[in-house]
């Protein structure tokens, strides 16, 4: 690990500042399972597509109803030692930024300032007609004085918030609807087939352009909208870094790759690197 940590560190002060692109891995700490285990794999069933969500009212009943029971832990999660470390290397410069994969608001709430949510962000719901948008915890209470919740001591639980729960609590479910004009409500997020917004694609190429560098992070890059920035650095002549526990589909366009305990190793340096900043600091 000691050697995993000075080469760690040797890159991080190497080619500052890096851009960091974050996925699932790096919030299943703060108890947001990832979508996908090691190898890549679906883990429970399919979230949904969409454009199930678009034009399936069954789907979206269905998506409400494991979602209200979902929310409440996703809301009180909190950033996990990734998070902070990503918000310290950004204080301390040596990362630009950060485009992240996850919808859960953390790397924010870690303290990081330039933060690119390519997937947009669950604590916000849209409404497909007018373009209102509520927040998700207004929208939560609304469902939970709707409908009759029942009690789960143990869901399981997907980074959109989704959750697994029986058949039955289906039927009498009230989906959520636009408070200024009754429409369909979505949340703020690209579901599996939707399309990440071209500013928010654009905005990232800008962050990569600035930075000298890309570091990967919790993620298997087994979705595109995350891969292709990956290609995008590696083009440019930019080194590519990857910290994540199993394959990636980036792993042939790396220059190193750390896959054993890597938010540790993360979380080390950083620690190393605040320190020296304050011995300087310090005179
Ligand atoms: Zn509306």
Request: aromatic share 6%; charged share 20%.
């Amino acid at each position: 690990m000691s050697n995993s940590v000075d080469s760690l560190l040797a890159i991080l002060k190497s080619g500052a500042p890096w851009v960091a692109l974050t996925g699932a891995g790096v919030s299943a700490a703060s108890g947001i399972p990832t979508y996908r285990d090691d190898s890549g794999t679906w883990l429970g069933s399919q979230p949904i597509q969409h454009d199930e969500f678009i034009t399936d009212a069954g789907k979206r009943t269905r998506y409400w109803s494991r979602s209200v029971l979902g929310w409440p832990r996703v809301s009180a999660a909190t950033p996990n030692t990734a998070h902070k470390a990503l918000a310290d290397l950004e204080g301390l410069g040596a990362l630009s930024g950060i485009i992240t994969q996850n919808v859960d608001r953390l790397h924010q709430q870690a303290g990081s300032q330039r933060v690119i949510d390519l997937h947009g962000r669950l604590d916000l719901v849209r409404c497909l007609q007018c373009s209102l948008v509520e927040k998700r915890d207004t929208v939560q209470q609304w469902l939970e004085a709707h409908n009759a919740i029942p009690q789960h001591d143990v869901l399981t639980i997907r980074p959109d918030g989704d959750a697994d729960l029986p058949e039955c609590f289906l039927s009498n479910f009230k989906p959520p609807h636009c408070q200024a004009c009754n429409g369909t409500v979505m949340p703020e997020v690209v579901f599996f087939g939707g399309t990440v917004p071209s500013s928010t694609v654009q905005a990232s190429y800008e962050l990569i352009d600035e930075s000298a560098g890309m570091i990967v992070l919790g993620s298997s890059l087994s979705v595109y909208s995350g891969l292709r920035f990956c290609r995008y650095a590696v083009g440019k002549g930019k080194p590519l870094i990857i910290l994540n526990q199993g394959h990636t589909r980036a792993d042939d366009l790396c220059q190193q790759k750390f896959d054993i305990e890597p938010f540790s190793l993360l979380a080390q340096c950083t620690k190393q690197m605040v320190h020296a900043h304050q011995e300087r600091l310090n005179g």
